[in-house]
T-cell receptor, first 113, second 115 residues
Framework: DSGVTQTPKHLITATGQRVTLRCSPRSGDLSVYWYQQSLDQGLQFLIQYYNGEERAKGNILERFSAQQFPDLHSELNLSSLELGDSALYFC????????????FGQGTRLTVV | QQQVKQSPQSLIVQKGGISIINCAYENTAFDYFPWYQQFPGKGPALLIAIRPDVSEKKEGRFTISFNKSAKQFSLHIMDSQPGDSATYFCAASAYSGAGSYQLTFGKGTKLSVIP
């Protein structure tokens, strides 16, 4: 168990809908990362938050947004969902250092039908 | 665009053999190179990592070899076991010191170790 908790584990929704994925980081970790994993694209970095503030942005679509709350949990909001958004979404957390180890949650499997 | 290129996509190795996975990067600002192991239905987990000031790091049956001039690094799994069957991801990062951290992953190698 990595200590990172993601909910829900599975989510099935229709095209055009909006969903929210939730992540609770390990105790003491200030940084949260979101990744999308699909079969053909591997692990794609979406966005990083550090102590409530956005710090790094990757290949995140404009339809997607995230935030990190004062209690350090994070939410990833996906809207106007398309079939191609079906993927595993991972949250990871870490302290920030030169040798940062990111601890991953077990992911949320999103299926858009 | 920061990239890490990983090969092969899939690998089948006999039990007891050596598994070798290779990665190459372009961004010379990368200064930390971890390998992650992922089992089906689980999130990736850190296996071993190296910084570019050393050419090799060994932890048990797992060894990272690093060639800074060629911008390449590889994972060697000695005495491969069926329990090593998983997907392996190389990654690279650059620490900006401003609380910003981005880990760029290769596309993964699915390793199957057959008895």
């Amino acid at each position: 168990d990595s200590g990172v908790t993601q909910t829900p584990k599975h989510l099935i929704t229709a095209t055009g809908q909006r969903v929210t994925l939730r992540c609770s980081p390990r105790s003491g970790d200030l940084s949260v990362y979101w990744y999308q994993q699909s079969l053909d694209q591997g692990l794609q970095f979406l966005i990083q938050y550090y102590n409530g503030e956005e710090r790094a942005k990757g290949n995140i679509l404009e339809r997607f947004s995230a935030q990190q709350f004062p209690d350090l949990h994070s939410e990833l909001n996906l809207s106007s969902l398309e079939l191609g958004d079906s993927a595993l979404y991972f949250c990871a957390s870490s302290v920030i250092s030169e040798n940062t180890e990111a601890f991953f949650g077990q992911g949320t499997r999103l299926t858009v039908v | 665009q920061q990239q890490v290129k990983q090969s092969p996509q899939s690998l089948i190795v006999q039990k007891g053999g050596i598994s070798i996975i290779n990665c190459a990067y372009e961004n010379t600002a990368f200064d930390y190179f971890p390998w992650y192991q992922q089992f089906p239905g689980k999130g990736p987990a850190l296996l071993i990592a190296i910084r570019p000031d050393v050419s090799e790091k060994k932890e048990g049956r797992f060894t990272i070899s690093f060639n800074k001039s060629a911008k390449q690094f590889s994972l060697h799994i000695m005495d491969s076991q069926p329990g090593d069957s998983a997907t392996y991801f190389c990654a690279a990062s650059a620490y900006s010191g401003a609380g910003s951290y981005q880990l760029t992953f290769g596309k993964g190698t699915k390793l199957s170790v057959i008895p």
